[in-house]
T-cell receptor, first 114, second 112 residues
Framework: DTEVTQTPKHLVMGMTNKKSLKCEQH?????MYWYKQKAKKPPELMFV???????INESVPSRFSPECPNSSLLNLHLHALQPEDSALYLC?????????????FGPGTRLTVL | GEDVEQSLFLSVREGDSSVINCTYT??????LYWYKQEPGAGLQLLTY?????DMKQDQRLTVLLNKKDKHLSLRIADTQTGDSAIYFC????????????FGAGTRLAVHP
């Protein structure tokens, strides 16, 4: 199984809603990533978890709250988002450690904030 | 700082070769990558090159690296309509965790 799955595929939410994005992998990878990709732009790193601990937070606003409850699962909790947060949210995973290990990307969740 | 630049658009005829270019700034990058993104999809790693290599060939794909000029290119031989996508080059930043810095992406359009 070399797949990263993300749910939901699409999400529409209002600015007062609370929602969560979910990412799952069963490849035994101990590093997991959240990226944000705006239309016609490259992905930008948001968070990195290594061995279930938050290792990198790229100065992301607190309305985005990541969680790594176990080695297979990564969540992104959303609260009080703004319309400019509408984007494709990509999850990725890789083997931790070592200089080269491929990052496997999920298909993304397309988020629209109204 | 880290920065990766690419031309934004390339149009080729089916069967021709495509060459997508990229320049990067972090000379300490150990690996450089090419990713493909089809509409509405995630990113697929196409190939990568270790910084002590000049060239890597993988079936229809050839990667050339000029470390002196910090220039990376991806050549796709016999380009097919299924190759139409956005191609991102990326470098790994120093500091661990394999943090990827992506270029803006080159949209490849293949026409008959």
């Amino acid at each position: 199984d070399t797949e990263v799955t993300q749910t939901p595929k699409h999400l529409v939410m209002g600015m007062t809603n609370k929602k969560s994005l979910k990412c799952e992998q069963h490849m035994g990878h101990r590093a997991m990533y959240w990226y944000k990709q705006k239309a016609k732009k490259p992905p930008e790193l948001m968070f990195v978890y290594s061995y279930e601990k938050l290792s990198i937070n790229e100065s992301v606003p607190s309305r985005f709250s990541p969680e790594c409850p176990n080695s297979s699962l990564l969540n992104l909790h959303l609260h009080a988002l703004q319309p400019e947060d509408s984007a494709l949210y990509l999850c990725a995973s890789r083997q931790a450690g070592g200089q080269y290990n491929e990052q496997f990307f999920g298909p993304g969740t397309r988020l629209t904030v109204l | 700082g880290e920065d990766v630049e690419q031309s934004l658009f390339l149009s080729v005829r089916e069967g021709d070769s495509s060459v997508i270019n990229c320049t990067y700034t972090d000379s300490s990058s150990t690996y450089l990558y090419w990713y493909k993104q089809e509409p509405g999809a995630g990113l697929q790693l196409l190939t990568y090159i270790f910084s002590n290599m000049d060239m890597k060939q993988d079936q229809r794909l050839t990667v050339l690296l000029n470390k002196k000029d910090k220039h990376l290119s991806l050549r796709i031989a016999d380009t097919q309509t299924g190759d139409s996508a956005i191609y991102f080059c990326a470098e790994s930043s120093t500091g661990g965790y394999n943090k990827l810095i992506f270029g803006a992406g080159t949209r490849l359009a293949v026409h008959p």
